[in-house]
C-alpha cells in the first residue's frame, strides 16, 4: 500500500512538470524552417522593394553568418565556452544546448530564437559548427525583428509589440494579412533602438554575461556628452545620410571608413653612411589617426 501511494504522489509530481514543459513549448517553432516561416518577411518586398533589396545587402540579413567572423565567435562560444570554460552550463555536445545556452549570441543575432525550442538552438548549433551557412541563412534579424519585436523598449509604459502590428513612423491600415496595422514607434528614430543590440556592456540578465558589442555605451557615455546638441543619432550616419538606408553600412564599407577617420602619415628618410653593399635605408614615420566617429572603432 505504502509502494502504491509512492507511486501516485511520484506520478502526481512528474504529470504538472510534464504538462508545464508541453505547454512552455507549445506554439514554439521546432525547426529552423518553422522559426523562418514565423518570422518570413518575403512579402515586405512587393511594397518596400527599395528598402528590401538594400536590407538583403545588409550584414543584419545574415546576421549569423556576417562576414564569418560572426559564425566562427559563435563557434568558439559553443566549444570553447559552453562545452570547456563553462563548466557549469551542462553543455558536453551539441544535444546538451538549449535555448537559454545559446542566448549570449542570439540575444542580438537572432533573438526571435525565444519562439523556438531547444531543438532549434540545437540545429543553429550544429549549423553553426559545421559551417552550414545555407541554414543559418534562414533566420536573420529582419523587418518584424525591428519593426515589431524590438519596436517598444518601454513595456510598463507603452505596453508589448502588437502581434499583427508593424512599428515605424505611421498609424493606420496596413496591406498585409498577418500584420494588418500600422503602429508608431517612439524610439525609432532614438540611438536606444539600435542601443537593444548594439550594446552597453554585459548582458546581466543572462546566467552568463556577455557583450560583444559596446557601441552604444561609448555612444552615450564619451561622444553624447562631449557634442552635446550637436551630437547626432545612429541613424543620421548609418541610414539617411547619402541615402545609405536599410544597408546600414558600418566601417568595413570604404565611404563609411572614410568619413569616420582620419589618418595623416608623415615620414622622413634617413641615408646613413655604411660600408659598400652594407647600405639599409631608414625612415621616421608619424602615424596620427583621429576618430570622427560617434563611438568607438571598430565595435560592433
Given amino acids: 500500500m505504502k509502494k502504491m501511494l509512492l507511486v501516485l504522489v511520484t506520478i502526481a509530481l512528474i504529470v504538472p512538470v510534464a504538462v508545464l514543459a ?6 514554439k517553432a521546432k525547426t529552423v524552417d518553422e522559426l523562418a516561416k514565423m518570422y518570413d518577411v518575403s512579402s515586405c518586398k512587393e511594397c518596400h522593394a527599395k528598402v528590401f533589396e538594400e536590407w538583403s545587402q545588409s550584414i543584419h540579413s545574415r546576421s549569423l553568418v556576417g562576414t564569418g567572423r560572426t559564425m566562427a565567435t559563435i563557434r568558439n562560444a559553443i566549444t570553447d565556452g ?12 551539441v544535444k546538451d544546448i538549449r535555448v537559454e545556452h545559446m542566448m549570449s549570441c542570439t540575444k542580438c543575432h537572432l533573438p526571435q530564437l525565444q519562439d523556438a525550442t531547444d531543438e532549434v538552438a540545437q540545429q543553429i548549433a550544429k549549423a553553426v559548427l559545421d559551417g552550414d551557412e545555407e541554414t543559418l541563412n534562414k533566420v536573420s534579424i529582419n523587418c518584424i525583428v525591428c519593426h ?13 509589440p502588437e502581434k499583427g502590428a508593424v512599428y515605424g513612423k505611421l498609424e493606420g491600415p496596413h496591406p498585409d494579412k498577418n500584420y494588418p496595422a500600422m503602429k508608431t514607434s517612439l524610439i525609432r528614430q532614438e540611438a536606444i533602438f539600435c542601443g537593444q543590440c548594439h550594446g552597453l556592456g554585459p548582458n546581466f ?16 557615455h564619451n561622444y553624447v556628452p562631449e557634442s552635446g546638441l550637436e551630437a547626432q543619432k545612429c541613424h543620421e550616419c548609418h541610414k539617411n545620410k547619402k541615402d545609405r538606408g536599410h544597408r546600414f553600412p ?11 577617420v582620419n589618418v595623416e602619415v608623415q615620414t622622413k628618410g634617413y641615408q646613413l653612411l655604411y660600408a659598400a653593399g652594407q647600405h639599409i635605408p631608414l625612415a621616421g614615420v608619424v602615424v596620427t589617426m583621429t576618430n570622427n566617429a560617434g563611438h568607438r572603432i571598430p565595435d560592433g
Fill in 22 to 27: 508541453a505547454q512552455h513549448q507549445a506554439g
Fill in 82 to 93: 559552453m562545452m570547456k570554460e563553462w563548466k557549469k552550463s551542462g553543455v558536453k555536445e
Fill in 250 to 260: 558600418a566601417y568595413r564599407d570604404p565611404e563609411m571608413l572614410k568619413e569616420a
Fill in 148 to 160: 515589431n519585436m524590438k519596436a517598444i523598449v518601454h513595456k510598463w509604459v507603452d505596453g508589448e
Fill in 205 to 220: 540578465e543572462l546566467k552568463n554575461p556577455t557583450q560583444c558589442a559596446t557601441l552604444y555605451g561609448s555612444y552615450l
